[in-house]
Each structure stands twice: as C-alpha cells, then as structure tokens.
C-alpha cells in the first residue's frame, strides 16, 4: 500500500515564474491538505481539497491555488513566485469526518532565486 | 503571531535523561496531535488527544492534554538517540484545519 506521493521532490525557479506541484493520497483517503514548512518553521495551512472543493483556506494570498481530481489526487500551484515562497511544500492526506489521522508525504522542495 | 507556542525550541541531552516538551494557546482545540519530523521527510504522526485531561502513553513517550483543550505536553523517558528529530504540535481549531506550532528540535547525545 503505497504511502502519499509528492511531484517533483526538489525544484529550482526564478522570481515571477509559476510551479505546480503534485501529490497523490493514500489509497482510500479522499482529502487533501497542503502545507508549506519554512526552513524552522512549523507547517503552515494553505488548504484543504474534498470531494474536489476547497473546503478550507490558510492565510495565503490567492497566488496559491489548488486542484483536486476525481482520482482524488492534487496539484498546487503558485503564480508569480517570491523569494519568499522557497520552502519545504507538504503533501497530507486524511479520511474526511471525524478526528481524522494525517498522512504527510515527503514533501517538495521549491528553491525561488 | 503563533497559534501554538511550543517550548523549548531547542533541547539537547544525553542518552537515558528525561525531557518534556509544552505546546501552549490561549485557543481551544477540538483535538491536538503530536507529530515527530526527520530531515528530508514529513512529519509522522505519533498521537492524537480529543478529551480535556487525556493521557496517552507510547512506549517511553507520554502524551497529556491539558483540562482545557488548550494545552498539552509531551514526555519522554530514558530519551534515547533515535528520539532525536524535531516534535511537532498540531491543533485542530475549525473541521480538520490543523495549526502547527514551530516545533521542538531534540537532540539526545550518545
């Protein structure tokens, strides 16, 4: 049973280009979260993806959005990249309802120059 | 500001002392999970608490929430070097929406 998944695993952009990352969930899980992890930092919330919505938002600007397909896999993608969007991009995926268990994947490296 | 302030930021100590580790807010949370993260990987879930006043215990690892679902601690006994790693508390405050605290970064010396 293969864990949760995470596309590319290290990636180099410039200021202003865009990125999509992707993660594939656990088998039978049917949500997705996506976190971005400074370096030190704790996980912060962007959002969560069920039943192919966004059903909950983080504090990120609209330059983050997301994409969930009715394999319940999931893109992110950010738009005109900053300095400050270089950081470790975390990948969990959960059974929605209830007090669920999350599953992070291994996450993607993002480096903006 | 910190949803969730976890203290000490730093530990380091030797094989066979025991540590604890807080995790405080002034928000109350419908469950609180304890996560341990190693260098190029996600965080691993080690526990989740959901009453006021819990206590779970994982081998050498003992898990409390506090009374008020705004608080909670993580101990370890007879810390060995495996347990070195970063710890990480999460609270669930809205659905499934998880805050992380900026986490504890322990390193226990052969």
């Known amino acids: 049973d293969a864990g949760v998944t995470q596309s590319p695993t290290h990636l180099i952009k410039t200021r202003g280009q865009q990125v999509t990352l992707r993660c594939s969930p656990k088998s039978g899980h049917d949500t997705v979260s996506w976190y971005q992890q400074a370096l030190g930092q704790g996980p912060q919330f962007i959002f969560q993806?069920?039943?192919?919505?966004?059903?909950q938002r983080g504090n990120f600007p609209d330059r983050f959005s997301g994409h969930q397909f009715p394999n319940y896999s999931s893109e992110l993608n950010v738009n005109a990249l900053l300095l400050g969007d270089s950081a470790l991009y975390l990948c969990a995926s959960s059974l929605g309802g209830g007090v669920v268990t999350q599953y992070f994947g291994p996450g993607t490296r993002l480096l903006v120059l | 500001t910190q949803l969730l302030e976890q203290s000490p930021q730093f530990l380091s100590i030797q094989e066979g002392e025991n540590l604890t580790v807080y995790c405080n807010s002034s928000s109350v949370f419908s469950s609180l999970q304890w996560y341990r993260q190693e260098p190029g990987e996600g965080p691993v879930l080690l526990v989740t608490?959901?009453?006021?006043?819990e206590v779970k215990k994982l081998k050498r690892l003992t898990f409390q929430f506090g009374d008020a679902r705004k608080d909670s601690s993580l101990h370890i006994t007879a810390a060995q070097p495996g347990d070195t790693g970063l710890y990480l508390c999460?609270?669930?405050?809205?659905?499934?929406?998880?805050?992380f605290g900026s986490g504890t970064k322990l390193n226990v010396k052969p």
């Open positions: 608490v959901v009453t006021g006043g």
């Open positions: 993806y069920y039943e192919e919505e966004e059903r």
């Open positions: 999460a609270g669930d405050l809205n659905f499934n929406k998880f805050y």
